[in-house]
């Protein structure tokens, strides 16, 4: 076929359509895959209003209600300010459920050791319907990023015992 036959042939439709099919499934397929992709990125948000986002998975079971956990923090507001961190108080902290925010509480539950998370609280799920304690901005969402050194199966009935015994210390000193 010389150039001048394939100048007057007609142009075939079909193939042109089938491409710019092929081209649009191609990108759509990119772009279901980026949605699937971003699903970690995405917080869970549960009933009460917290936001919970695992960064680094950790291993094996879960924090529970009886045990305690040293974990490093940082805690910032809405605007970025840093309101209180692990580093603040010379290193990672023990902590067990009764001892912190119900807020927090419920994102220890979703926590396992050597994972990393970042999860955002109304102020409601730290401080009830009341205001926020002084140092805590006035509406501001929480946002902490945990991660969980060690859990102690247990944990929490010695620390409990520990405070115990470290008040009733504090009590026998005499007050200068």
């Known amino acids: 076929m010389s150039v001048a036959e394939a100048a007057d042939r007609p142009a075939h439709r079909g193939r042109a359509a089938a491409l710019w099919i092929g081209f649009l499934l191609v990108i759509a397929a990119g772009?279901?895959?980026?949605?699937?992709?971003a699903g970690?990125?995405?917080?869970?948000v549960t009933e009460s209003g917290l936001q919970f986002r695992t960064v680094k998975a950790g291993k094996g079971e879960p924090i529970g209600r009886a045990d305690a956990a040293l974990m490093d923090y940082v805690l910032t507001a809405d605007d970025g300010t840093v309101?209180?961190?692990?580093?603040?108080?010379?290193?990672?902290?023990?902590f067990t459920m009764d001892q912190v925010f119900p807020g927090f509480a419920e994102a220890m539950t979703r926590m396992s050791e050597g994972g990393e998370y970042r999860f955002t609280m109304p102020q409601k799920l730290a401080f009830g319907a009341g205001p926020p304690?002084?140092?805590?901005?006035?509406?501001?969402?929480?946002?902490?990023?945990?991660?969980?050194?060690?859990?102690?199966?247990?944990?929490?009935?010695?620390?409990?015992?520990?405070?115990?015994?470290?008040?009733?210390?504090?009590?026998?000193?005499?007050?200068?």
């Open 83 to 94: 309101i209180d961190s692990s580093e603040s108080h010379q290193g990672p902290q023990p």
């Open 31 to 37: 772009i279901g895959l980026a949605w699937i992709g």
């Open 40 to 44: 970690s990125l995405r917080p869970v």
């Open 133 to 176: 304690p002084p140092g805590f901005p006035k509406d501001s969402k929480l946002t902490f990023d945990v991660r969980v050194r060690k859990i102690v199966r247990g944990g929490a009935a010695m620390m409990q015992q520990m405070q115990a015994q470290q008040g009733q210390g504090q009590q026998g000193q005499p007050q200068q």
